[in-house]
């Protein structure tokens, strides 16, 4: 048997559950403004991921820099889940805008 699609498979599962609080609480402590540092990261992963032969690694990379790549996004979409009320809004934090 070949598990090199499961393990992927867990390896692009856990990443995407990895990211979402992540997102939750770079808005929460610094509002939209890493937006970026998310881009340099997706785009810094994705292009490593091109140069790595073990099919593993260049999978979660390219899963990690597509997933910060989505986060700048979700980021965006955070803070108006946080307007609207579904999320605690920071506030020590002023209001980015």
């Known amino acids: ?9 867990a390896i692009t599962f856990f990443t ?4 979402h609080p992540i997102v939750i609480k770079t808005e929460y402590y610094w509002g939209t403004r890493p937006w ?3 881009l340099l990261v997706g785009v810094c992963c994705l292009i490593v991921a091109l140069f790595i ?3 593993y690694l260049s999978s ?3 899963v990690f820099g ?3 790549l989505w986060g700048i996004g ?3 979409a955070q803070r108006k889940r946080v307007e609207k009320g579904w999320f605690p809004e920071n506030p020590k934090r002023k209001k980015n805008k």
């Open 1 to 9: 048997m070949y598990f090199t699609g499961i393990i992927i498979a």
């Open 16 to 19: 995407i559950g990895i990211w």
């Open 60 to 62: 979660f990379l390219g």
């Open 74 to 76: 979700e980021l965006f």
């Open 66 to 68: 597509a997933s910060a």
């Open 53 to 55: 032969e073990d099919v």
């Open 36 to 38: 970026l540092l998310y």
